[in-house]
């Protein structure tokens, strides 16, 4: 299945979800309005909000009320994962995203950062009306590890000496905790059981584990014009992810000096070099590998679902994890 059939799959259900969030991003503030509007409709995969979709209608969540509920928590996670953004691109002074330019690009951080915080509280405003003591219980905690994951990724960044265990503690934190959230709020509002609910948690956190895996990669095989964002920002950054990690590990004491530099420095000067670092090195395929490891712990999860269209649906959205290159 393409990413677009998957989409045709719950294509009412994502109509619904679309015009719920047009409606939610209404404010009497006119810039506040303009630029969640400006974010929210950028392109993005919305590969979250499709997995609350899939998991709730592969629960036969088929009622009226089960159907409103779910397009309702689908639109809460579109902003959480959306604020997330906002706050990301001006910590990591981001210019250009989903090849357009960034709000803080824009309009400037301050103002990025205020709309970051009120889709946050709106988020928070409709999970409310969803009276669902649970659900929220998981959000709520949600948003709050991924905000210790951002911090916890600032504090590693151009240190050269962070582990493989320490890079993995912040991509669980920062990228795999909402898809981890996605899945598993959306089977509670279906009223799966503790077994359903439990496997589908850990399917949401192994392919965001996978997407992340992937992302970082793409950051070093990757065009800026197929990604729609610069290639090489991780390193300009001083992010040592996965690729770099693994090079510093196993890769000739030449390159691993390049690499422990450029971290230190948050210097992208050398891309080329070290993108053929890292390629002869094999960390890209390590790093893949890795990215399909967790894409196969994804997809045993999916054995606690019965037979349907849905669950055929998420098995390959977790394929296109890690079968992409944007």
């Known amino acids: 299945m ?21 409606a939610q991003l209404s404010s009497d503030v006119p810039l506040v309005e303009k630029i969640a509007q400006y974010i929210v409709e950028s392109g993005g995969k919305r590969m979250r909000p499709l997995l609350v979709l899939l998991v709730g209608r592969a629960l036969d969540s088929n009622s009226d009320q089960s159907i409103n509920d779910q397009c309702k928590l689908a639109a809460v ?21 989903r090849g357009k330019s960034t709000a803080n ?13 009120f889709l946050y509280s709106r988020a928070f405003q ?23 994951g951002e911090v916890f990724q600032l504090i590693n960044c151009k240190n ?15 990228t795999a905790m909402l898809f981890e959230a996605a899945a598993h709020s959306s089977s509670i509002l279906a009223g799966a059981t503790s077994e359903v609910t439990t496997a589908m948690k850990e399917f949401g956190l192994q392919i965001g584990l996978a997407f992340q895996l992937v992302d970082d990669m793409l950051d070093y095989t990757g065009d800026t014009e197929t990604m729609g964002k610069n290639v ?62 967790a894409y196969e712990k994804a997809c045993v999860c999916l054995d606690a ?14 394929r296109l994890s890690i079968d992409r290159n944007k």
């Open 2 to 22: 393409s990413i677009e059939e998957i989409y045709q799959s719950v294509e009412q259900d994502f109509g619904k979800v679309n015009q719920l969030i047009s």
């Open 77 to 97: 996670i579109e902003f959480l994962h959306t604020a997330t953004l906002l706050h990301d691109d001006v910590v990591d002074t981001s210019n250009m995203r």
């Open 105 to 117: 690009a824009k309009w400037g951080n301050a103002p990025s950062v205020l709309v970051g915080d």
């Open 126 to 148: 409709m999970m409310v009306e969803m009276k669902s003591i649970p659900v929220m219980e998981v959000l709520s905690n949600a948003t709050n590890i991924i905000a210790e």
């Open 160 to 174: 050269p000496d962070v582990s493989e265990e320490a890079y993995f503690e912040v991509i669980k934190n920062k």
């Open 232 to 293: 090489g920002d991780d390193l300009a950054e001083g992010k040592p992810t996965l690729p770099l990690i693994r090079t510093m590990k196993v890769g000739t004491e030449a390159d691993i000096a390049l690499i422990r530099s450029a971290i230190r420095k948050g210097d992208s000067s050398q891309l080329s070099e070290i993108c053929a670092a890292v390629e002869k090195s094999g960390a890209l395929d390590y790093t893949r590998q890795s990215a399909i490891e």
């Open 305 to 318: 679902l019965p037979d349907s269209e849905y669950k055929k649906a998420l098995r390959e959205l977790a």
